[in-house]
Each structure stands twice: as structure tokens, then as C-alpha cells.
């Protein structure tokens, strides 16, 4: 085990959790991360059980779950992974796929609402120009946000899960605690 | 005072407001207009060009007079309509366009010089001097000319933005928009009702016939509260839909706070991308009015605006209450207003119809077969002229209501260029049939606009759109309302030889419309650019269609073969501020932070923008007071001993598959396929056109797996060219690929200690020449089990490698590279120091890589293989791209302390500098602390042949001019011992 400190995304040793209105923003950076893509002829794997899930939809099967990404490619994310080489592990899961440590190419912010799925809509009405439906239990997706790529991922109807580029942290940071300060201040 | 009773005004809650500085009193409900008007003020503002005392026109946005300025100070808002301003306590708002007071305006000199300004007058006037124009007759046309002014302060409101989606957006919340979002709203369809007044009824607040024996309010209200309570409508009050853009997606700005004092903390405006299925567009009518002599002064204003002022906001139009008010008009219309006045107490002079034949409906005097034909009263109409069997009589007057038809308020159905449609018997242009896909027009908007009809259109219009949709929407009960009569006869303007108004808010006259068709400006748009009539932030929507009936007079041609023009969003206007979705400052674009971003600042570092990355640029310690002096240092740490620079921002992409070698060999220039695993290989890739494109160094990890690597800049747009290879030109090949840039925290450990400080943090791992020779890769493990890349390849020149880690241990592993490699001098380097390292030892980036280059001029031609295809091989060969000679070379300036700016050209000593003599550029250029005097890079033709030769290079922007002698682009180390040591 090395003795290097890791730094969040936000540049800290702390992650950062604040709570603004119905909302919680957390970063976290518990999670491993892989993309996986088949190459040709090869059928979908089941990594740890987990049935891959089809256009704009994620699945989750115990501590694992995976983002449809592309055609034949999703991005694989290990619950309490973030420490380890994720990807050699989903790879053995998966011979013969391509797959790539992305543990570090994206930060993870975990919003959550004390009153279920409403102010997760009205925060992604601020943010994200994906029609309603879209926004329902299960559904991911890779959209824009405030001129940067991100996923979406709405884990339950009152918990959703933003991705975008680690590099890019403050930035998203700035853009969904802005947007759920100017909802808590509105209601 | 003029307040009436009634009207849908909170009488328990006052509100207080200044104009001009002067105290009034309103009330919650009022809009600054109605409240103005309450308080007996009917001039409110100057004229355009002839600084012509003007009042307020209209009762809702179309308005062209009523312009004010809100607020001071950095946030005053200039060109405000004062009719749909919502009064709240403590507004200030002052009148524009005067020198000194608005009464006794310095400026109004305009009107007695007005043969000046005739229409398309700065055409023909102030043409010479030549000279003068820029310097004096444009500054002072500005001045005088104009309407607010812009404080020129940052902004400091706050912005929001946000996108919505639904199957029906309703435009307009009036009678035929309430109906529609109902229907729709009923049949369990997601509605968005949006309507740019702060109150949903549109013309049923200003109406006074009752619906199902109720008033018209009564109805709004129950219906709102209805729609209110269906979760799957959204009601959008005090926003306006300003544009339809393509595949069903409106603009629209919801005004949030403009209703309510000034502050810091509340959004005060919301930019809204709205997507709907299916569109309603019942964006109601405007009140045309019909142009005669003096028909600007204060008190004059549309018929259908009197009404709204007397029904909804208890408003008598006149100045003083017992002012008898007037109505002109050319159909049954005007006449509701006579009765609504009657029925309020207002004194009605009598109602001046047009038509011979005219009816009377109440208890009021008929000049009928009779037109206005003057009018006078200097700050406010005193008295007007009727003329009415070849008599012409004065009347005193303190209001005058004009009323020539209504225009269905097409904009957003033409925004897609569809031109509307005119129909005789309305009389008025409808929405064009082959306007925005899936838009249905309905109510007033589509020419029916008695309320009965605009009730079953709006309910059509919904029903249509969902049917659409595949729903069913059920018939809604229709409130009982008598329509009233409604007959017009077409009548334009009354002919006068003096100035009669068609374009209030650009003093546009009947005679400026009749010069413009004498000087041949007929088309319409000719005639708007002319006599810049319809321009402005009122868009002539009050002028347009009286002034293309007056020129079709004119031309002989019929209203419809005149034609309209062209309808553009935004149908009001917007802010600049929230068109920029409210990010300001440090966050107007998002921005990318390195891995040791904490860790540089923490040192003191300077940080430069490099595309969307903050990268360090140096370092500077203690005692250095220049940049130079810091990166002199930098420099020279890393050719004496190691330095550290922070990488990430090269791109990455990770390439994997049987195919992958095959791929890139595609890709790049020169031979990938070949590349042992382990190795790494510089790679060129080409654009299709033979140019280069991008450079930067692959790794083959496994046989199936590589490591792309590419300049900070081009790291998106290389990974896009991949992703477009394999997508479209070669989808047989197995190849898979990702970008893993920030996956990856990638430092340079680059000097002749180099090896000696990484042997101290790797695993157990061999790295000496023969285990990991130059250009060597591996994966591997450091500082006591995490896993790493290592890369032994070489920017700077030197012995020199770069590790990558996971990016959340960059911060860590650079401090524990700092710590270990104290005793070896390590020193962190920024980017100026890396672009110093580069240009001594000759190294292409960016500057080099212009789009404009070649293989060939960099002197790597012989990389592009002839024994394989690749992208850009074949036309790289091509005529003009072979022979072109330049090459690229090293410049020394003879004097050494005088730097040759990027970008200078190069001449032939003594040759005279054209075009023709030209014989390439700079490229780059810095102060090479080893070289110990400036150096650059530049292209010169044929510069391989001319080492030695000394030349001139020209920075003609400047006047500079400086003599160079040619050398070899390495000026350190050109056989590349140490890279390989």
C-alpha cells in the first residue's frame, strides 16, 4: 500500500458535502471506475453479475453498476473501489474487452434530495436540457453542463449521480451548488 | 387624479414611485404607465428625432413612446416600456431623450429644423467635408439622436437559465390560451402556459363584457386556480416566448424579480430554452391606429388601451378627471371603448367614425362619415379637429382613442421566414400556413379574436395539437359571452400635407413614407431601411402594417403584394446579460485545474490560461524580480540537474484492440505497426489535406494496447479525428478508444539527475539505459505499490522521462519527487521554462504546427511513409506541397540581448520586403539562457542550405527590423547524446 495522500478533485484532503435546501451536493471519490467496450463478435458480459444495460440506462447489481456510454461501451463503477485497480479487476471479469482505468478521469458528485424526486427536477431543469421522462430511476445519460460533458445518473428517484472530468471539478461544483443555493433561495 | 373605481388594483396595498424625481402614489397591480396616468401624467417622454413631447401609446409591450430609464446608477435600465414595467414601492424611473427638463426640452429645436431630417436624411446630408463625418457628424447625430443611455457599469444583477420540455407549450395567457392549456391541461398532457404579463387573461382584464354572467376577472382567476392545481401544467407568468428556433425549441426570458426592488442576492431574470411537441400561439392582436395630422401629442393612444386603462386599472387617460376623452375610429370597435368610458363615469366627447353609415350603441354623440384632421396642445392634447361634411371643427379634447383594426400578432409564426397571410375581410395579415412545424395559432393571434371565437379556438387549437400527440383531449365547458358587434371598413390614414404619424418611436410620417416612394425605396424593406420605420426596440409594431397599407396606396399595388417584412426574434427585447446565461468573471467559461494545481499554488506559482487549462507558468522565489530571472533559473536547474513539470494536459487516448496497431498505423504518418511493445515511438499525424495536423509520442503497452499521446490543444479534437477514422472510413477495423487524459496525473522529470531522483521512488524497478533505454515504456509501481506508467521520452533535450499516476496522487507524488530529490537540485518548471527547453533543442509545438506546415518544412519529411497509406500520405506529395522549400531553421539575432518577435518575416539581406520577396516567418522565439543570447525558430526557404547566412527579419507592425544568422534548428545538443545517455 503506498503511503501517497491522494488530494480529491477539488483539491483538498476533505471531500466537500454541502447541503443547500432540499439538496445535498457531496463529492465522491469511493468509487472505481472502467470503461469496458466488446470488441467485434463478442457478446455482452456480465461483469459481477451485472446485466449491461442498454441506451440511456445505467444498472446496478450490488455494489457494482454500469452507464451505457456507446454503442458496445459503458463506464463500470465499483462501489468502495477508488483505491484499487478497478479496472484490472472488471477486466478480469470481462477477457478479452477493452478495458481503461477511468478512476481518476472523472469526478463524482452525489446529489440527494430530502423530498424525493421534485427537487432533483427542478435542479436538472436548471442544469440540463433532457426532457422529463428521462430524468426517471434508472435512467443515465451523457449530456452538457454549463459547456462541459457529463453523466447523469439517476440512482433513485431523490438521488442522482453527476460525472463530468476531474479536471473540470471546481468548475461543476460552482454550477450545481450556484443552481441548488438560487432553487433553496427561491422556495 | 384621475383614478377611477374598479379596475383589478389592490386599493389596501399603495405603493410609492418617483418620475423625473417627483413623488406619486399608485397601487399593487398598477403598471407604471397606468399609474402615471391615474396621477394625471400624460407626457412622459421626447421623440426620437424631432424631440417631439410624446405620452403613453398603448397598454402593453408594443408600446413606442412610453420609453423610460429604471433605476441609477450601474443598474439603470434604459428604454423601458412603462407599460408593462409592474409598479412596486419605491420605483424610480425618469424620462429620456432631453437636454434639461422634459417639459422645456433644449433639443425639441429638432422640430422646427424637421425638413432636415427627412426620411433617409443622414444619406444625403453631412456628406462633406469628407472628414467630417467620423469626427463630428456622427458623434453629434449620436448625441441628439438615440433614446436611453447605457450607464456603461458591469451589470451587477444576477442571471439564471434552464431548459424545460413539454408536449404543449401555450403561448399567451388570454382567452384563447387559458382555454387551450386547459383543454390540454384536462386531457393529462404536460402544458407550459406562458404569458408575458404579470396577470394571465390578456384582453379579458381589459374588457368589460361578462362571461357567463360573471366579470371576465372572475373567470381568469378560477381558471388559473384550476390550472394551478394540475401537476402536469406549468404556469409561466411574466414570460415572454421571444423566439421560435428550429425542432419545436422557444426562447423565452421569465422576468423574476423585475418586479420588485433592486437586489444582489435574487435572480432577476431567467433565460429559458423551452422544447415542446407542440405549440399554441395565442399571442392575442394589436390595436393598429390611423395616422392624420398631429397625431403624436400626449393623450393620444390606441382605443383598446383606453379600455385596458379604464377597466383593469381604474385609469382615466386624460389629465384632469372632467377632460372629455375622444374616439376615433373606422369600425364598431372603437365604440366598446365610448361605452366602457360612459360606464366608468369618463366624459365622452363623441366617437368619430369613418364610415358614413356609422352605428351608435349608446348614449354618446356619432360624428359619423367624419375624420380628425388636427390637433393641438403643446405638452398634452387640448383640443382636436374633426372634419365631417367638408366642415372642420375644433373640439376640446383631453384624450383622443384611435382605433383602425387589429393586426393578429403573427411574429413567432414567421420566425421560420413564413410570410403571413392577408386576409380581406379581417382586414389584417394572418399567420402564414407553412409557419414553425407543429405551431397552432388560435384566438385573436389567428384573426378570431371576438372572445366567444377565441374561446373555441383556443380549445381547437389544443385538441389539433394533442390529436397530434396521439391524446385525446375532451371538450371543455366554454364560458357564455355576447360577442359584440365587430364590422370595420378599411380606412388608412387621413391625408394631410403636413407631418401625420405612422412610426411613433423613429418619427416616421405619412410624407417620409411618400418620399421614400418618390426616391424608388418601394419594397418594403427598401422602405424600412430608408425612413428606418418598424426599427428600434419597438419593431414598428404599431407602424408596420399602416405603413404598408400607405405605400400600397401610393404604388397602386394591393396590401398583400406589398408584403411584410421579414419577423426576427426577439419578439421583445432581451438583455444581453441574461442571453448570457448569468456566468460572469472567474466563471464565464468553465476551466480545467492540473492535478498539482494546490501543490503550485501553494508555491507561489503564476498561472496562464492554456485553451480551458490553468497551467503553471513559473515559479518565482525570493529575490527574483522578473520573470525572465525565474525562468533563466528553471532552465538552467533542468540542463544542469532535474526539473519537474506537470504534463496532464497532453491528451491521452487510450488505444486497444487486434486492429490497433493497424489503426494507427492509419492514423499516423510514419510506421506505428512496428512499434515493440515497450517502446515508445514520436508519431505525425496529417490532416487529409497533407498538412500537419498534430504531433506527440504513442506507447505500445501490449500488443493490442496503446497509448496515444497529444498536444494540450489538439487533445479533443485528435481524439474526434480518431473517433471519425474508425467511425466512418475503416468501421472493419477491431479497434477500441477512449480519452483517459485526466485519468492520469503526468509529471516530467526531465535533467541529467532524472534517472537518479525516479530510481528513488520506483519499486524495485531497472532503470538503467540497457534495462529502459531512451524511449522506453512500462508499467510499474512506486512509492511502495502504485501503479504507474513510466515514459522515457524527451521534450527538453535531456536524459528525462515522464511517470503518470492516478490523477489523485499527482499532488503527492510531486511533493515526494520535491522532497527526494532536494539534494539533487530539483527544481519545478512552468510552462515558459518547458517552451524555452523545447525551442533550444529545436522541438515543434504549436507555433509550428500552425495548419499552414508541413512534415516536410519541419525537415521530418522522410517520416511519411511511402511503404503504407496513411491519412493526409497522398496528398502531402501533392505539387504545391512538395516543393515547397521552406525549411525549419534556428535564427541567432546578431545582437544578442534584441529579441525577433514571433510572427516577424524573413528577407534576404538587402532585398526589398514585399510579398514577393518573402521568404517565411518566425515561429518562435525566446531568451536561451544556454545560448546566452535570444534565439528563434522561424521557416525559411531553403533553410537548410543557408546555415550561416544572415538575413533579415522584419516585424513591419512595428517598424522593427533585426539581422540573424542562420543556424541549425538544435541548439543544444543536435545529435541527441543526451536524450540517450
Not at chain 2, 78 to 103: C, K, M, W, Y
Not at chain 2, 357 to 378: E, L, Q, S
Not at chain 2, 727 to 733: A, E, K, N, T, V
Request: aromatic share 8%; glycine share 10%.
Amino acid at each position: 500500500m503506498t503511503d501517497l495522500i491522494p488530494l480529491t478533485a477539488l483539491g483538498a484532503t476533505d471531500l466537500r458535502s454541502e447541503r443547500l435546501g432540499a439538496l445535498t451536493i457531496a463529492e465522491d471519490d469511493s468509487y472505481g471506475l472502467a470503461s469496458l467496450t466488446l470488441r467485434k463478435g463478442q457478446n455482452a458480459p456480465t461483469p459481477f453479475g451485472l446485466i449491461l444495460p442498454a441506451a440511456g440506462f445505467a444498472a446496478q447489481s450490488g455494489r457494482t453498476s454500469a452507464i451505457w456510454t456507446g454503442p458496445d461501451q459503458w463506464l463500470v463503477l465499483g462501489n468502495g473501489q477508488g483505491q484499487t485497480d478497478f479496472a484490472a479487476q472488471v477486466l478480469a471479469q470481462t477477457p478479452n474487452t477493452s478495458v481503461t482505468e477511468q478512476t481518476d478521469g472523472f469526478v463524482c458528485f452525489e446529489i440527494r434530495s430530502d423530498a424525493g424526486g421534485p427537487p432533483i427536477a427542478a435542479l436538472m431543469s436548471k442544469l440540463v436540457n433532457l426532457p422529463p421522462e428521462t430524468y426517471a430511476t434508472g435512467r443515465a445519460t451523457r449530456t452538457g453542463l454549463d459547456h462541459m460533458t457529463v453523466f447523469l445518473y439517476r440512482r433513485e428517484e431523490g438521488h442522482l449521480s453527476v460525472l463530468g472530468l476531474r479536471s473540470y471539478a471546481g468548475s461543476l461544483w460552482h454550477a450545481l451548488a450556484t443552481a441548488a443555493e438560487r432553487l433553496a433561495q427561491a422556495a | 387624479m384621475t383614478r377611477l373605481n374598479g379596475g383589478l388594483i389592490d386599493r389596501t396595498t399603495p405603493l410609492s414611485f418617483s418620475f423625473n424625481g417627483k413623488s406619486y402614489q399608485g397601487f399593487k397591480g398598477d403598471t407604471l404607465a397606468s399609474a402615471l396616468l391615474a396621477n394625471g401624467v400624460q407626457l412622459v417622454g421626447r421623440s426620437f428625432k424631432y424631440h417631439r413631447p410624446r405620452g403613453i401609446f398603448t397598454s402593453g409591450s408594443e408600446e413606442p413612446n412610453a420609453l423610460v430609464t429604471l433605476h441609477n446608477g450601474a443598474r439603470s435600465e434604459p428604454n423601458t416600456r412603462a407599460t408593462v414595467t409592474e409598479l412596486f414601492d419605491g420605483l424610480q424611473a425618469t424620462s429620456q431623450n432631453h437636454i434639461g427638463p422634459l417639459e422645456r426640452d433644449l433639443l425639441a429645436i429638432n422640430d422646427r429644423l424637421a425638413p432636415l431630417f427627412a426620411a433617409g436624411f443622414y444619406y444625403k446630408t453631412f456628406m462633406w467635408p469628407r472628414a467630417f463625418w467620423e469626427k463630428l457628424y456622427e458623434p453629434l447625430i449620436r448625441k441628439a439622436a438615440g433614446l436611453g443611455a447605457l450607464s456603461t457599469l458591469p451589470d451587477p444583477a444576477t442571471y439564471d437559465k434552464g431548459f424545460l420540455h413539454c408536449d404543449l407549450l401555450v403561448i399567451g395567457g388570454g382567452a384563447a390560451g387559458l382555454v387551450a392549456a386547459l383543454t390540454a391541461g384536462r386531457a393529462g398532457a404536460s402544458v407550459i402556459l406562458a404569458d408575458e404579463d404579470f396577470r394571465f387573461g390578456g384582453r379579458l382584464l381589459a374588457e368589460s363584457d361578462l362571461l357567463d354572467d360573471s366579470w371576465p376577472s372572475e373567470w381568469v382567476d378560477r381558471t388559473c386556480a384550476e390550472l394551478a392545481s394540475l401537476p402536469n401544467v406549468r404556469l409561466m407568468p411574466r414570460t415572454t416566448v421571444f423566439g421560435t428556433y428550429d425542432h419545436g425549441i422557444f426562447g423565452a426570458v421569465e422576468r423574476v424579480s423585475d418586479h420588485l426592488p433592486p437586489s444582489d442576492e435574487a435572480v432577476r431574470q431567467t433565460l429559458w430554452r423551452i422544447t415542446a411537441k407542440r405549440s399554441v400561439l395565442a399571442t392575442g392582436a394589436i390595436e393598429r391606429h390611423i395616422p392624420f395630422q398631429d397625431n403624436d401629442r400626449p393623450g393620444i393612444m390606441l382605443a383598446g388601451a383606453i379600455r385596458a386603462y379604464v377597466n383593469r386599472w381604474a385609469s382615466a387617460p386624460t389629465r384632469n378627471a372632467d377632460d372629455p376623452v375622444a374616439i376615433f375610429t373606422n369600425g364598431d370597435d372603437g365604440h366598446r371603448t365610448a361605452l366602457d368610458l360612459l360606464g366608468k363615469g369618463v366624459p365622452v366627447l363623441g366617437v368619430i367614425d369613418t364610415r358614413p353609415d356609422a352605428p351608435v350603441f349608446g348614449r354618446y354623440k356619432v360624428f359619423a362619415g367624419a375624420t380628425v384632421t388636427g390637433t393641438k396642445g403643446r405638452l398634452g392634447l387640448q383640443a382636436i379637429q374633426i372634419r365631417q361634411n367638408g366642415q372642420a371643427t375644433w373640439l376640446e379634447a383631453g384624450a383622443l382613442g384611435v382605433a383602425g383594426g387589429w393586426n393578429p400578432n403573427v411574429h413567432l409564426a414567421s420566425h421560420h421566414r413564413g410570410r403571413p397571410v392577408w386576409d380581406e375581410g379581417r382586414l389584417a395579415f394572418l399567420p402564414p400556413s407553412d409557419g414553425p412545424k407543429g405551431m397552432f395559432p388560435a384566438g385573436a393571434a389567428a384573426g378570431n379574436g371576438a372572445t366567444g371565437v377565441a374561446f373555441a379556438d383556443g380549445m381547437r387549437a389544443a385538441q389539433q395539437a394533442l390529436t397530434e400527440l396521439g391524446m385525446t383531449a375532451r371538450n371543455i365547458p366554454l364560458p357564455h359571452v355576447t360577442d359584440t358587434p365587430n364590422a370595420q371598413a378599411p380606412y388608412w390614414h387621413v391625408p394631410t400635407t403636413k407631418r401625420a404619424w405612422v412610426d411613433f418611436q423613429n418619427d416616421v410620417t405619412v410624407k417620409d413614407i411618400a418620399l421614400a416612394h418618390k426616391e424608388n425605396m418601394r419594397p418594403v424593406e427598401h422602405l424600412k431601411r430608408w425612413t428606418t420605420l418598424g426599427m428600434a426596440t419597438d419593431q414598428g409594431k404599431t407602424a408596420n402594417i399602416s405603413a404598408l397599407a400607405v405605400m400600397a396606396e401610393l404604388t397602386g399595388a394591393t396590401i398583400p403584394e406589398t408584403g411584410t417584412t421579414i419577423f426576427r426574434p426577439p419578439y421583445t427585447g432581451v438583455t444581453l446579460s441574461v442571453l448570457g446565461g448569468g456566468d460572469t468573471g472567474r466563471h464565464f467559461r468553465p476551466y480545467r485545474l492540473t492535478p498539482t494545481h494546490a501543490w503550485a499554488k501553494a508555491q507561489g506559482a503564476t498561472f496562464t490560461e492554456v485553451g480551458p487549462w490553468m497551467r503553471a507558468q513559473y515559479f518565482p522565489r525570493d529575490g527574483e524580480s522578473h520573470w525572465r530571472q525565474t525562468v533563466d533559473r528553471e532552465v538552467q536547474s533542468v540542463r544542469k540537474d532535474a526539473g519537474l513539470c506537470d504534463v496532464t494536459t497532453l491528451g491521452k487516448i487510450d488505444v486497444q484492440g487486434p486492429d490497433a496497431a493497424e489503426f494507427l498505423n492509419r492514423i499516423y504518418a510514419n510506421t506505428m505497426a512496428t512499434l515493440k511493445v515497450g517502446m515508445v515511438r514520436y508519431g505525425l499525424m496529417l490532416r487529409e489535406d497533407g498538412h500537419l495536423f498534430d504531433d506527440g509520442t504513442c506507447a505500445r503497452l501490449a500488443e493490442d494496447h496503446f497509448v496515444v499521446t497529444t498536444t494540450t490543444a489538439n487533445a479533443g479534437a485528435v481524439y474526434r479525428h480518431l473517433e471519425f477514422a474508425h467511425q466512418c472510413l475503416w468501421p472493419d477495423l477491431d479497434v477500441q478508444m477512449i480519452s483517459t487524459t485526466d485519468a492520469w496525473a503526468q509529471i516530467a522529470v526531465a535533467g541529467p539527475k532524472s534517472r537518479q531522483l525516479l530510481q528513488r521512488i520506483v519499486d524495485s524497478f531497472d532503470l538503467s539505459n540497457e534495462a529502459f533505454p531512451f524511449m522506453a515504456c512500462a508499467a510499474l509501481s512506486v512509492c511502495g505499490g502504485l501503479r504507474a506508467r513510466l515514459f522515457r521520452i524527451s521534450f527538453s533535450g535531456e536524459l528525462a522521462y515522464e511517470i503518470a499516476v492516478p490523477a489523485r496522487y499527482g499532488h503527492a507524488l510531486i511533493e515526494r519527487l520535491m522532497t527526494l530529490g532536494a539534494d539533487l537540485g530539483v527544481t519545478p518548471y512552468g510552462t515558459e521554462a518547458l517552451a524555452v527547453l523545447r525551442i533550444e533543442k529545436g522541438h515543434a509545438a504549436g507555433a509550428e504546427l500552425n495548419g499552414q506546415t508541413t512534415a516536410q518544412m519541419l525537415g521530418l519529411g522522410k517520416m511519411v511513409s511511402a511503404k503504407k497509406d496513411s491519412i493526409g500520405a497522398v496528398m502531402s506529395r501533392r505539387e504545391g506541397l512538395a516543393q515547397d522549400g521552406r525549411h525549419l531553421v534556428g535564427l541567432l539575432p546578431l545582437e544578442p540581448q534584441s529579441q525577433i518577435p514571433a510572427g516577424s518575416h524573413l528577407f534576404t539581406r538587402g532585398v526589398a520586403q514585399t510579398m514577393q520577396t518573402d521568404q517565411g516567418w518566425v515561429t518562435s522565439s525566446c531568451y536561451s539562457p544556454h545560448v546566452g543570447s535570444y534565439i528563434a525558430l522561424g521557416y525559411l526557404e531553403n533553410g537548410h542550405d543557408r546555415l550561416g547566412e544572415v538575413i533579415t527579419a522584419a516585424n513591419p507592425l512595428e517598424g522593427q527590423s533585426f539581422v540573424a544568422k542562420v543556424v541549425s534548428a538544435h541548439l543544444v545538443d543536435p545529435e541527441g547524446g543526451r536524450l540517450r545517455d
